[in-house]
């Protein structure tokens, strides 16, 4: 009752009234504040953000990405080492040369493709019997010196020859891309039935098939002993091609008017690299080395080898070569280390290595141009001779029948070779 009857009492109506006023006024103003601050708020976020200025520093989105991918092409090659094999580890020397090169024609949108090799010997009783006698060479590598030179290390030795075996160790053991539209391939090439060892070629070839691998198998002699001992099998579910070699073939050396000049630009070549790092001066020697073990073997070789080091994209050096390094990375000079780098070089300046990479670029490039033109002049030189040949010095060898494989299966992944 008291409550009630001061709320009426006129004195405290009043007091009551201004109160009320007060604190409408506050609210009023806290209401105009929050108007202002959203409108506000509105206003910076409707604005457009600035357009970054042509060179920024910006995240490309995927729409505007290269549509031309350069493709990347995988090879593992298997050799069987056992006795009789000789012949094929002679033929191996000399093919690799001319199988890089044959890739180096090769374009997808007119980018040409990346080159990997993988390379496993199996047959030598050396080799530990739980793995299958199967040794691994060389993993995945762009480093085509040290697959040559491992391919003229080889030697041979009686043992078993456990095709599945390897088949399926190189597709386990090696990282195969999973590109889809990348050319993935095993070439495997020995004699001896195919079904030995206690891993099946089945077993391989579903692993094939889930990595997107081809497998090609190569007999070792007759066509049908090759059918009779399997080999076409290892083809068949490796959905490859199945074929066979006289691995005994004497490899013809057919002299042109263009050998010589090519070895004379090949010595050219080689002074334009500038070996850096721990293992620059190792890799420069190896070079030299693997030039004369081909050259040593035949001129034919050599002339190869030395077509495949005038491409870039196929004999690349980065890791070893300050030139090719410069290329991928500009400012590999400002943090070469000067101590790795040859006796003439350590006591410039880093601007005085600097325009000397240029320079020696320069030459290179002139270089691998003319060597293109050569290799070109050659080509069609011996095109000219073979049309002259017997059928009969045109046997099969490791090096004709790659080839052609590589020819036919490169169309399925738009890779067009010239």
């Not at 080999?231 to 263009?258: H, K, R």
């Not at 990375?329 to 300046?349: F, M, R, Y």
């Amino acid at each position: 009752m008291i409550f009630k009857k001061d709320l009426c009492n006129g004195k405290n109506r009043a007091s009551g009234i201004k109160y009320k006023t007060t604190f409408m006024n506050t609210l009023y103003k806290l209401f105009a504040s929050c108007l202002f601050i959203i409108g506000a708020m509105t206003l910076m976020y409707s604005k457009k953000p600035p357009v970054k200025q042509k060179g920024a520093n910006t995240i490309s989105s995927p729409q505007l990405a290269n549509p031309h991918r350069q493709k990347k092409v995988q090879i593992a090659v298997l050799l069987d080492v056992s006795n009789s094999m000789d012949g094929l580890i002679g033929q191996a020397k000399a093919q690799l040369w001319n199988m890089v090169s044959v890739l180096g024609k090769a374009t997808c949108n007119d980018v040409a493709p990346t080159v990997e090799i993988a390379l496993y010997e199996y047959g030598r009783p050396s080799n530990d019997a739980k793995a299958g006698y199967v040794k691994q060479i060389n993993y995945f590598t762009r480093d085509l010196d040290e697959v040559s030179r491992n391919l003229f290390r080889l030697t041979t030795n009686g043992g078993d020859e456990y095709c599945g075996h390897v088949m399926y160790t190189s597709l386990t053991s090696l990282e195969w891309d999973s590109n889809p539209d990348d050319y993935k391939v095993i070439f495997i090439a020995g004699n001896e039935d195919f079904l030995q060892g206690d891993i099946s070629y089945t077993q391989a070839c579903a692993e094939a098939k889930k990595k997107g691998v081809i497998i090609n198998t190569i007999y070792c002699g007759d066509r049908n002993q090759g059918i009779r001992e399997h080999w076409n099998l290892g083809s068949e579910c490796g959905t490859g091609s199945f074929t066979n070699i006289n691995q005994n073939a004497e490899m013809i050396d057919v002299a042109t008017p263009y050998d010589t000049i090519l070895f004379q630009l090949n010595i050219q070549l080689n002074g334009t690299y500038i070996g850096y790092g721990q293992t620059g001066r190792a890799s420069m020697a190896k070079q030299e080395e693997v030039d004369k073990m081909n050259y040593g073997m035949n001129k034919a070789a050599a002339a190869k080898r030395v077509s495949v080091k005038g491409k870039t994209q196929l004999y690349n050096n980065s890791s070893w070569d300050l030139v090719d390094a410069s290329q991928a990375d500009p400012a590999i000079v400002e943090k070469v280390d000067l101590n790795t780098l040859p006796a003439s070089l350590k006591s410039k300046s880093r601007a005085e290595i600097k325009q000397i990479v240029i320079t020696k670029s320069n030459e290179r490039t002139a270089i691998q141009k003319q060597i293109a033109t050569v290799s070109a002049k050659r080509e069609t030189y011996l095109a000219s001779e073979k049309a002259k040949q017997s059928t009969k010095t045109n046997e099969q060898t490791l090096e004709t029948e790659i080839e052609k494989i590589i020819r036919q299966q490169a169309k399925k992944y738009n890779l067009v070779i010239q």
